[in-house]
Nanobody, 123 residues
Framework: QVQLVESGGGLVQPGGSLRLSCAASGSIFNIYAMDWYRQAPGKQRELVAAITITSIDSTNYADSVKGRFTISRDNAKNTVYLQMNSLKPEDTAVYYC???????????????WGQGTQVTVSS
């Protein structure tokens, strides 16, 4: 089994910062991608940031967070982070991590989701 555990959400004032973490554990042979999504009330879930893991990692960001959010990873800990700076009220949402994981050499790559963590930006 593979489990993803998120942490780091909370309430922050506009202009503040938070760092989200998502740690994967269990049967993991390889991780191919690490993404952060968010879903605000009444809105569809959207991709915020992504890392494609190759010999040279590539990152992508939603236009709305470019220059403010940074995605990074710790390969040894199977953990992905989302550093969020200059937070705005419109960043308020439940944030989810999604990892593309191959459990062993006999299985295909599957997507696994974290449980979600609430981020609220308000004064």
């Amino acid at each position: 089994q593979v489990q993803l555990v998120e942490s780091g959400g909370g309430l922050v004032q506009p202009g503040g910062s938070l760092r989200l973490s998502c740690a994967a554990s269990g049967s993991i042979f390889n991780i191919y991608a690490m993404d952060w999504y968010r879903q605000a009330p009444g809105k569809q879930r959207e991709l915020v940031a992504a890392i494609t893991i190759t010999s040279i990692d590539s990152t992508n960001y939603a236009d709305s967070v470019k220059g403010r959010f940074t995605i990074s990873r710790d390969n040894a800990k199977n953990t992905v982070y989302l550093q969020m700076n200059s937070l705005k009220p419109e960043d308020t949402a439940v944030y989810y991590c999604k990892l593309a994981i191959q459990k062993d050499i006999f299985t295909t790559i599957q997507d696994y989701w974290g449980q979600g963590t609430q981020v609220t930006v308000s004064s």
